[in-house]
């Protein structure tokens, strides 16, 4: 008989229905339907019940974007022992302006600090976006030491060597799509990611920028060429979260044409961008700086099949780290300790890790701080706008219980606004923008728009029948307090934390999508991996039986 | 498959075919590796363990050491380390942290072997002959096997390399150079193309300036020098300043341990070196040291005790000598089991799985008859854990 539970008298949000007090019935793993009396129901009789009147219950966070496992993350932690704030050699970190929340021990703390810090804030899924083909299996063995939560990764390949020379080949699409399809598979991912198509290979042949529209050195192709094709094998064989891409020249002034132009390379296709945040700069303003917010949200806004993440900034040190070597490079000066690393791999991608510090009193800081909070602001529907901070990139995970009372409060904003860079203050548009998020909208932002977002039918809602990861929070005026700590969280149907404890360690699943693969491109990888790299395909393929339960498959967005 | 003596990619289909002197030798060294030792007893595996646990409950010092080479086995030692409050520091700790440390002071560029050898038209491997003493394929492995990749790769071999190892390096196809010179002096060398003693010099700056990309090698555990840390320290600021204008990165090839080094960096934060107070991990690589642990034993109050893991199939057995040399610490030997390296079962055609490509540290197991269920390294650890 699974165990049941009656979460009474809470105001219910989901985003799916009507916000309300009511109860919800998990039941076993799941929510069950709660339509009978409490006084009847032979099953309520024999439930656990708890009484939650001024409580808040909603699903399971989501984070659709956070790096959490795989090659660089560990690279971060290995540059940094002096961060951690343990170790005999810890510096103090800059404190963060986070005064609900406790900060991380490290900017890239171990897996289990990970995993107990998300499920404290009320997280129960957590997506590593950029997984190397060739550290795969180790980004699986590491998200499954993270516990509490469930993991998967998106695949990297917008710099693929093989892929690209297929390009300029001008191989049929239908080739390209196998590949991506047999890609997944054998990596065990969710998605497939991009990052600065083609300007990773590129600099390996020593060429330090590439705009969306320019060759790469050697392949002779355009970064346009490479998302159109992977957007449509995205599409074709039924991946249920869109091509995931890190658009050019992150960081650089300007790039807001390279993003925009991205938008356009992917003909009218399903698109996300992520860490928009990074990606839409004008070049005006005191430092050739600016916002050019608008002009992204105003795309946004009037593209369905587009959907961002913000990659929010915080003040505070941090660590960068990013496939994007071309650029991490470019920024090496601005490491904050003075020390970076750059790794260039398997004929794959590569990756930058460079520490950083972020300050209110810095323009660029500060405005890059207002051009985040501008995207989530302008970005009118919530299930297309998703609240991350790029972890570690643009601040650690612990910052978000902050940046949902940043959304929420004006006056609150504006306090934090006040304290920036005079000349960011005269410049910003952010006072204009007097929205405050409704409770509904960051559940829609951090919850249900993230399900919908990767195929995740089985949760992001309160609905019967959907996984019981369910959060309780204390009701507060202070969202900001009572976002840091719930008062319980359920793992399917299991309570896992409750009062600042950790109670017993949850089921993990690993999420992968299910796709249709061609024995013809089996047998021509196989050739080809021999020949090009030295190994066999039966070496990098992951079994299903090698992942942490694996019992979540997302089907093929056009099957269902 | 990969190769689990020298982790390169060797990617052959029968050990036996292999002229590989040092997979010759470890496939001999592999019978007497087929049982599980537990505190160097034939007792039952429940005996074992219990007086075990007891010893490991009398000590107030322990060391968590040895030739650590899986995940499953990395986690499991860091689990018991942990519970004991115990330090830990693995047996290539010392070669390890010889690249480690540099790269905390001042970061790295590198490159993975599969990108060099599919990239890098210019190779510069720095040291001796032990290089290739080391990984007897690398000359193979880094010649690119792509016929469609016509890039002819040049190698310049820097420091005290004999005519044999030359040879090597010709017979695998690839434009050999060799510019003899001390091993000490040889990023000073580097940074000035000046104190190299040849007529060629002219001809090697200009191959130098033309280069693509250059791959940089060289093998820590070759290099027998003091202070060798900062030796490699710069050599990576060389490689760090030909980026301004030009592709270089350095190939830090690593160890079967590498799997043990991401393992515990991601489980505690820390590459290794470490010792849990409270539960919480400590770092310091200059003083959680495995010799400095047992040098200091006999000025330690309180009981010591070593938990000693080797799931290598190495001849010389670690710590033997340490251990016999009159220390008398207690010591618990847990060694591999076939279960490890099923692919060096000699003839036997098994698949092996990739930990991480980029590094090919080591091989797991796909099926291996002679596996003993619940008897793996991993296994005999956990017990402990309870």
Redesign the interface.
Known sequence: MPMTIRLENALCVDGVGKSEIRNVLLQGPNIAEDSVSLASDKVASRAVCYDLSGCLVVSGGIDLHTHI?G?K??VA??????L?Q????STQLVAERHEAIAPL??P?????ETGRRYLQMGYTACFEPAV????A??AH??MA?TPWLDTGGYLLMGND?LLLDWIRCGVPQQQINDYVAWMIRAHQCCAVKVVNAGGIDA????QRSLDVDDLHIHFQITPRQILKSLATAVEAIGLSHPLHVHCSNLGVAGNIASTLATIDAVEGRRLHLTHAQFHCYGKDGPHGYSSAASLLADRVNSSPNLSIDIGQLQFGQTVTLSGDTMHQ?SNRKL?RPR?????????QAGCG?LPFRYRHDQYVHGLLWTIGLELFLRVQDPMRVFLTTDHPNGAPFTAYPHLIRLLMSYDYRMGVFERLHPEVRATSSLPSLRREYTLEEIVKMTRLGPAKAIGLADRGDLVPGSLADVVVYERNDNPEAMFANPKMVFRRGELVYQDGKWLAPSVKSTIVSKVELEDAMDARLRRIW???????T???R?RDE?LMALDRQIEPALLR | MICPFCSLLCDEDSFQSVPCGIRANALNAIERFQKTKLASSEKAPQEQIKSATKLLQAAEHILITGRIASVQTARSAIRLAKRLNATMDCAEGGHAFKNILPIQRNGVHSVSLGEARDHADLLIVVGDDSVLSGYPRLPQMLRSSDPSNRVKKTVLLLGDFSESSQQRWQQAGMDTWFIPCKLESIPAALAQWSKVETPSRSDLMGRLAQSRYTAVLWVASSLRMPKADLWIERLMQWIAGQNETTRCAGLVLSSLEGSFQQACTWLTGFPGRIRFQEGEPIYDPSLYIYSKWIESAGARTGNSAIVLIDETVSEHPFLENQVEAGLAIPCIEISATSSMFPCAIAGAEVTADMFRADQAIVARVDSQPECIPGHSAADWLEKLCR
């Open positions: 496992g090659g993350v560990n932690r290995l540059l940094l022992p002096e951690v343990n170790s005999r050699s021990s490290s890239v703390p171990g897996t289990l190397l083909p060739a550290n299996r180790h063995a590491e030491d060597r600099f390996k042949f020593n490079y490491a020390k970076a690393i750059f790794q260039e791999l398997e004929c890790v021999r020949s090009q790299y030295g190994y066999s039966d070496t990098i992951i090698e």
